[in-house]
């Protein structure tokens, strides 16, 4: 069983940066994992990237590629995601997700779910 807890959201302005953490109360976060995704009212869940296990692979949505950055430490077992540049399109609920598995997970695919955490960008 993996809880996970998300933090760190809250309201910025266009152009603004914020981070968001995840943490992990697991054994076997070094085997999992971590991804992000976001949902804005109305819309459906949408995937926003993923880390593997070792930190070694990231991938990213194309709408986020190159503004967001997906990190892990695994002495504090969390994940962050960086998010610079932001939109009034990025603002949504995030949530992070975690599977135990080497692969990285396709789509939803994904075990374990936080509550989210709101992020509202200001134009």
């Known amino acids: 069983q993996v809880q996970l807890a998300e933090s760190g959201g809250g309201l910025v302005q266009a152009g603004g940066s914020l981070r968001l953490s995840c943490a992990a109360s697991?054994?076997?976060?070094?085997?999992?994992?971590m991804g992000w995704f976001r949902q804005a009212p109305g819309k459906e869940r949408e995937f926003v990237g993923t880390?593997?296990?070792?930190?070694?692979?990231?991938l990213y949505a194309h709408s986020v590629n190159g503004r967001f950055t997906i990190s892990r430490d695994y002495a504090k077992s969390t994940v962050y995601l960086q998010m610079n540049s932001l939109k009034p399109d990025d603002t949504a609920v995030y949530y992070c997700?975690?599977?135990?598995?080497?692969?990285?997970?396709?789509?939803?695919?994904?075990?374990?779910w936080g509550q989210g955490t709101q992020v509202t960008v200001s134009s």
């Open positions: 697991a054994r076997t976060f070094s085997s999992c994992a």
């Open positions: 880390i593997n296990w070792n930190g070694g692979r990231t």
């Open positions: 997700a975690a599977k135990v598995t080497y692969e990285l997970p396709i789509g939803t695919n994904y075990d374990y």
